[in-house]
T-cell receptor, first 114, second 113 residues
């Protein structure tokens, strides 16, 4: 069985300051991990994905995440927040052992203050 | 960039009515999915579909739900007799093969009154 825990339901940062959204996972297999973003009234957009290649993954809009197997973590970071980053972020795991389904975390709402 | 498109974007229906949500996956994709997100809750897997049959479904996907790929381009989710608790955002998704990225549509808001 696989599961994802997003440790913060809300994160608030000031524009220009770093962003850290935390995610821990559990999986019986070698997982694939993803971060998706959902802007208000929009669909889910893929930010980045880890699929057993480099452990530091770079995504769109300056986001990156590091896969740490020893800590079972896949935290999302960005050096400098922009107002347009305000959205809900989902950490997602796919362990490949199940029938190609994704397990979503509960989401982290990111607020960016001016 | 190719995208998954969904219609309608929002539908209001009376309890007990049938609803069909439509999706056009990306054209060379072979695996199709429906997920839903009840307001304030997690995104939940409903069903996966490959080679014209359901490959996996969750416990949510009971006999009231069905999926179909009627014409090689559309992928539909039918709810036979809607209940209030079916109110949610329904996301269609597709991917070319299991190792590739899953692409999501913008979702269809279903409100059952």
């Amino acid at each position: 069985a696989q599961s994802v825990t997003q440790l913060d339901s809300h994160v608030s940062v000031s524009e220009g300051t770093p962003v850290l959204l935390r995610c821990n996972y559990s999986s019986s297999y070698s997982p694939s991990l993803f971060w998706y973003v959902q802007h208000p009234n929009k669909g889910l957009q893929l930010l980045l994905k880890y699929t057993s290649a480099a452990t530091l993954v770079k995504g769109i809009n300056g986001f990156e995440a590091e896969f740490k197997k020893s800590e079972t973590s896949f935290h999302l970071t960005k050096p400098s927040a922009h107002m347009s980053d305000a959205a809900e972020y989902f950490c997602v795991v796919s362990d490949g052992g199940s029938a190609r389904q994704l397990t979503f975390g509960s989401g982290t709402q990111l607020t960016v203050l001016p | 960039e190719p995208e998954v498109t969904q219609t309608p974007s929002h539908q209001v229906t009376q309890m007990g009515q049938e609803v069909i949500l439509r999706c056009v996956p990306i054209s060379n994709h072979l695996y199709f999915y429906w997920y839903r997100q009840i307001l304030g809750q997690k995104v939940e897997f409903l069903v996966s579909f490959y080679n014209n049959e359901i490959s996996e479904k969750s416990e949510i996907f009971d006999d009231q739900f069905s999926v179909e790929r009627p014409d090689g381009s559309n992928f539909t989710l039918k709810i036979r007799s809607t209940k209030l608790e079916d109110s949610a955002m329904y996301f269609c998704a597709s991917r070319r093969d299991p190792g590739n990225t899953i692409y999501f549509g913008e979702g269809s808001w279903l409100t059952v009154v």
